[in-house]
């Protein structure tokens, strides 16, 4: 089965290229089961993938393809690792991938024959993509991947291009990313010159063989660093973390997927990949630490006041990454996919849920305009008070098992962390349960008419709904804490991936009452600011009051769009603008059209030669007969 | 006779002949110069080969088939440019050259 896992990308490869290729001649039936089949079959086939991986004692493998580039000692091959860590994402992927395919379907529906089959085209091509990115044996391939998920991004953000704003979003989300993928493609420069390799299993062995205090550790921080940048533009953290809230201008499903679910996880991923990278850089893992933190305070603040369904979300999403990558920070590598696992669920979920609601609604995005969908639509209402309850991290749920893994590492790292990321899990549930309330509790806030639409979503679009929410439930069963005297599963299953730095990583591990303390802490703090929510916004009614102090900052994102409008887009635009006057213009223009103008006025005196007078002619010649005479006379 | 007589001569005959081409607008005048210009360089061909040939180069009468030569190529060119100049002046009744200015443009 392991040899056939070229399968699992080139379906939704073929996928796309049906879809792509035939988007004048395909019905909606045939392209919606084209594009749903290739991935629920990729889906089959990883399934089958992770049966086998998860055998205990089975060692990661590489299917070699084909030799790529073969440039003297550097031999970069085509080839897949599958492993514990790339058979869980390919699940991942291809699992929340399918769901929201079929999803995709029904929410799609509206639009024209041609742009149904473009918008699957583009999801097969970017599934692809995600693909390739978790299945490459080597840093090269990954970021093959890694530039196509970037780019499909980029084309369904601007799915509905004759939108100018969707269309900067794209733009947006597309320049960010490229910052970032800057960094990356450095960082696996620096591997050349220093492995002479980028496969990971080399890359790996070698960086351990050089063991923690050895006369490279600072380009080992280096490397770490500039792939780190790489993640920090894909999985959208703090500097870089702006264009994954515009980014909601793509399709409801494209957020979920994309956004939410898959690509953003791709930097945790790669990080998580590189474990041994980071553990002998401390001091970039601490900065991992620091970023992912700042980042998750951050967004959950913004969310706090957001009003616009999506945006609540999104900024959640960046607030959960930060989550993920300070659990990498502090080492817990496990803790972190797994958290990427639990999210995917109930972040996809939510997305699809908001996009049910959105779709009733008739468009509407603005939560402030909704309310009371509780009655109008049943199975929405619970999925998402589900992935409500999973996000904010009640237990038994599985949002609580990953949060408060990554939190109890936390607390064993650094005390103040510690209470940070608490307070950051505090506001993700006064926030997702804040949305619950003003979207599906009180009255109904909209117009006549759109009360009259509201309607419940067809069953395309419940059924994955249903399905994540019971995997939201029941996802975190794999990873229970070994307090409650089971085996933490995941960390077992996760192990040969992280085995390399575990020699470097000093074991100590908390007390079971403190563990419990921590858990019970954070569960009671999280219900009660539940109910704080509850409380203020259960019978929400849209005043029309305008923020004030805090608050309206909070509304207006901190600024930060702001601020890097005037520190780094005017600039950048006034010094385009000098050199497109002041070089471009004044200097290259005029020598270009100089040269142009003197070559036809010279050619214009020239020209006066050839006067069509026969004596003229005749005239020159017995001229320039007698200079050379005299010429030859005189030498 | 010295050789620089048939030089100056030779030498005469081509500036008439130049000034004729140059000067005159009649195009059987420029012609005949164009004849002159010939004849002219014919003359110091055979000055030079008589010159040779009494010095007792062997090899001087080679001069006297280059005159055979342009006289040969000189008869072909009258019979071509006088027929040009029969048909100029059955277009035009004129035989002035610059009348012929008009195929410049």
Redesign the interface.
Known sequence: MINLVWLVPVLPLLGFLINGLGRRYLSKSQVGVVGSGVILAAFVISVMIFLEVRQPGFSGQVVTLFDFINVGRLQIPFAFQVDQLSALFLLIITGVGSLIHIYSTSYMHDESNEGFARYFAYLNLFVFSMLLLVLGANYVLMFIGWEGVGLCSYLLIGFWFKNASYNKAAKKAFVMNRIGDLGFLLGIFGMIAMFSSVTFSEVFSKTAALGAHSNYSSQIAIIAMLLFIGAMGKSAQIPLYTWLPDAMAGPTPVSALIHAATMVTAGIYMVARSNVLYTLAPQIQTVVAVIGLATALLAASIALVQNDIKKVLAYSTVSQLGYMFLALGVGAYTAAVFHVMTHAFFKALLFLGSGSVIHAMGGEQDIRKMGGLKKFMPTTNWTFLVGCLAIAGIPGLSGFFSKDEILAHTFEHNKIMYVLALAGALMTAFYMFRLYYITFTGSFRGTHEQEHHLHESPVAITLPLVILAILSIVGGYIGLPEVFGVKHWLAEYLSPIFAPSAPFIEAHHLEHSMEWLLMGLSSVLVIIFIFIARSKYVKYADTGRENTGLAKVLENKWYVDELYDAVIVKPLGMLSRFFQDALEKAGIDRLVNGVGRSITWGSQQARRLQNGQVGFYVFAMVIGIIVLFVIGLLL | MPVQYYIFLSIALFCIG?MG??MRRNAIIIFMCIELLLNAVNLLLVAFSKMWADAGRIDAAAAQIFVFFIMVVAAAEVAVGLAIIVMVYRNTHSVD??IL?R??N
Do not use: D, G, M, T
Request: proline share 0%.
């Open positions: 130049i081409v140059l050259i610059n200015n195929l410049k």
